[in-house]
């Protein structure tokens, strides 16, 4: 007898303490059934609940070799039914330079009317390229969209921002650029308008972030404005922080003009991001006593 089969005998006392089984205990009749139990199945914790497929990536040449290779194996599938008759063969395209060729005879008793129907021939397979090209183009409002999507990412792991101080941002057709390539990249964040220390906050993701980074820093020549024309000093953009957060401090891009220090840092303290205020000020700071 084993331990597991203690369930299916009754029990007996011994010497009035212990409950023990003996070999000639009765058999639980209610216990014996015609069911058969077995045990349950249980995963073994190193195992993965779901099979892990590892995608595969191709190179431009694997991709373009792997296209030829289909497009060969529908030519083929083509041919073998023509050959067998399920499809007609496709009508030979004439064309002016090889009318003589393909036509042969024809095209001498009547060169005239060949030539007109091979014209004809050829405006028609015009005409089936250009509507079949027309009925993929996306319409205005499917461009647009595109166009959105393409640019939104996906800030759920985190919020990209990058803070900017420029020294003077009184030229308009500078601001507008600012404004629109911020607003053209989906980004949020402020533009905060001071008279020494002009303060740009961008909110978004690593690839509108980059985009915008060569704008600030690169494309536009910020060294073309005298600040300063008396003492010669250049205008210039310093990219002051850039990391991540975890959430949005702003809904879009929003402008402020102040006009002094604690109008600005209360502006930012609102959105709880008055830290930027800090570090931009400090770094002018520290710039200006530099330079005297």
């Known amino acids: 007898m084993e331990w597991w089969d203690s369930l299916l005998l009754d029990e007996k006392e011994s010497d009035g303490k212990e409950i023990g089984i003996t070999y000639d205990s009765p058999i639980k009749e209610g216990s014996v059934t015609k069911l058969i139990e077995h045990p349950t199945q249980l995963r073994c914790p190193t195992d993965p609940m779901e099979p892990t497929l590892?995608?595969?990536?191709?190179?431009?040449?694997?991709?373009?070799?792997?296209?030829?290779?289909?497009?060969?194996?529908?030519?083929?599938?083509?041919?073998?039914?023509?050959?067998?008759?399920?499809?007609p063969p496709p009508a030979p395209k004439v064309r002016i330079s090889n009318l003589m060729r393909v036509l042969g005879v024809e095209a001498v008793?009547?060169?005239?009317?060949?030539?007109?129907h091979v014209r004809k021939e050829m405006a028609k397979r015009l005409k089936s390229h250009v509507d079949a090209n027309a009925s993929r183009k996306l319409t205005p409002e499917q461009r647009k969209e595109k166009k959105a999507q393409k640019m939104e990412e996906d800030v759920t792991l985190g919020v990209h921002v990058s803070v900017y101080r420029i020294d003077d941002l009184?030229?308009?057709?500078?601001?507008?650029?600012?404004?629109t390539n911020a607003k053209q990249l989906t980004l949020t964040g402020?533009?905060?308008?001071?008279?020494?220390?002009?303060?740009?906050?961008?909110?978004g993701g690593?690839?509108?972030?980059?985009?915008?980074?060569?704008?600030?820093?690169?494309?536009?020549k910020w060294d073309e404005d005298n600040v300063k024309d008396k003492e010669g000093i250049r205008?210039?953009?310093?990219?002051?922080?850039?990391?991540?957060?975890?959430?949005?401090?702003?809904?879009?891009?929003?402008?402020?003009?102040?006009?002094?220090?604690?109008?600005?840092?209360?502006?930012?303290?609102?959105?709880?991001?008055?830290?930027?205020?800090?570090?931009?000020?400090?770094g002018s700071v520290l710039e200006a006593v530099i330079d005297t």
């Open 54 to 87: 590892v995608p595969v990536f191709l190179t431009k040449k694997e991709m373009k070799k792997l296209r030829r290779q289909n497009r060969r194996e529908t030519w083929k599938e083509k041919q073998e039914k023509i050959r067998l008759g399920l499809e």
């Open 235 to 282: 205008n210039k953009c310093v990219l002051v922080w850039e990391g991540t957060v975890k959430e949005r401090a702003f809904s879009e891009l929003k402008f402020k003009l102040v006009q002094t220090e604690e109008q600005a840092r209360e502006f930012l303290k609102k959105y709880g991001v008055e830290n930027y205020w800090d570090l931009a000020l400090s």
């Open 190 to 203: 402020c533009l905060l308008l001071y008279r020494d220390c002009n303060l740009v906050v961008v909110e």
């Open 109 to 116: 008793q009547d060169p005239t009317k060949m030539e007109q």
């Open 206 to 220: 690593p690839k509108q972030q980059k985009k915008y980074k060569r704008l600030m820093l690169n494309r536009i």
């Open 170 to 179: 009184t030229n308009q057709s500078k601001k507008f650029k600012v404004d």
